[in-house]
Each structure stands twice: as structure tokens, then as C-alpha cells.
Nanobody, 126 residues
């Protein structure tokens, strides 16, 4: 499967963005998907997880209450809705996928995923 992340951009503090991860080459229904982000000089951080059916989601504590993850398997797309954005949310956001359910200990870890998109830049101005 190939993943393409898009929808990033420049937004003011308190604003919203929705970024998308579109899959090609395989049916996204089969895949569990996570969003990660990486700010300059920092490690890649897990932001959200959604199971292949969409029935299970997880949002990292740092963005809980502000970010939501969803998917539309008919469109082969996973979304990350980001509200009340803060300057510390500035990063490159990546989507990643795995065909089998990642075990809990790596569900929010880059090592838990086999396929990666190229990333989309999100910049939040103060």
C-alpha cells in the first residue's frame, strides 16, 4: 500500500485543520492506521490510532480533547481533525499503516508500522 498525506498548512493559534491520508495500491479496510508527528530536533511522536474497522481509536494525551481521528474506507482515507491548534502542534505529520493489529505496546510507536506516507507540514503561528 502507498500512503499520501495532505492537507497541512499554516494556521493561527486556536485554528483548525483536517489532514488526510489516502491509500492506494491496496484496500485500506485491511489496515490499522496511525498518525505521528515530528517537530525539528524531536523524536517522532504517536498522535492517534484507528483500527481497520474504525471501531477502536486512541488519541495521545497531549492532543486529547482537541484532535479526533476517523476513516472513510469507501474513500480509502483516514482523517485527523485538529482543533484548537497550539504552536507546539507545529510538526510534520505522517500517517502509517499496518495490516495486522499492532500489539498495544507499539500501537503508538513508529516501530509498530510497516508503511509510511511522506508527511505533511502543519505550522501553527502564535
Amino acid at each position: 500500500v502507498q500512503l499520501q498525506a495532505s492537507g497541512g498548512g499554516l494556521v493561527q493559534t486556536g485554528g483548525s485543520l483536517r489532514i488526510s491520508c489516502v491509500a492506494s495500491g491496496d484496500i485500506l479496510d485491511y489496515f490499522h492506521v496511525a498518525w505521528f508527528r515530528q517537530a525539528p530536533g524531536k523524536e517522532r511522536e504517536g498522535v492517534s490510532y484507528i483500527s481497520s474497522s474504525g471501531s477502536t481509536t486512541y488519541i495521545a494525551g497531549s492532543v486529547k480533547g482537541r484532535f479526533t481521528v476517523s476513516r472513510d474506507n469507501a474513500k480509502n482515507t483516514v482523517y485527523l481533525q485538529m482543533n484548537t491548534l497550539k504552536p507546539e502542534d507545529t510538526a510534520v505529520y505522517f500517517c502509517a499503516a499496518k495490516k495486522s493489529r499492532p500489539i498495544l505496546s507499539v500501537r503508538m510507536s513508529p516501530s509498530g508500522y510497516d508503511y509510511w506516507g511522506q508527511g505533511t507540514q502543519v505550522t501553527v503561528s502564535s
